[in-house]
């Protein structure tokens, strides 16, 4: 069974910076797609950051030109580095993966989730 792992979360002062990462462990796993998502409290779970293989990359409007996303197909873990962070981008952190298992079926798996906090 494939299991991600996310870690980086925390508290951090607006302006400031963090580096989310999301790692791939279990059974074979080719992944081809790494999303990250966010829920702040209250409010419905929105799309941040997605590199697809073959499809390039894709940001909220919300976060372009402060975010980056970036993917080691080597190591199957992949990355959300965080700049310029502002209260509003305070949530729960979630990576989804798409991949292939070992026996060539399309899976998609989900972290358990990082919280992230932006005050001062």
């Known amino acids: 069974q494939v299991q991600l792992v996310e870690s980086g979360g925390g508290l951090v002062q607006p302006g400031g910076s963090l580096r989310l990462s999301c790692a791939a462990s279990?059974?074979?796993?080719?992944?081809?797609?790494m999303t990250w998502y966010r829920q702040a409290p209250g409010k419905q779970r929105e799309l941040v950051a997605s590199?697809?293989?073959?499809?390039?990359?894709n940001y909220a409007d919300s976060v372009n030109g402060r975010f980056t996303i970036s993917r080691d197909n080597s190591k199957n873990t992949g990355n959300l580095q965080m700049n310029s962070l502002k209260p509003e981008d305070t949530a729960v952190y979630y990576c989804?993966?798409?991949?292939?298992?070992?026996?060539?079926?399309?899976?998609?798996?989900w972290g358990q989730g990082t919280q992230v906090t932006v005050s001062s």
């Open positions: 989804k993966a798409n991949g292939v298992d070992g026996l060539g079926r399309d899976k998609v798996v």
């Open positions: 590199i697809i293989s073959g499809r390039g990359i």
């Open positions: 279990g059974s074979i796993f080719s992944i081809y797609a």
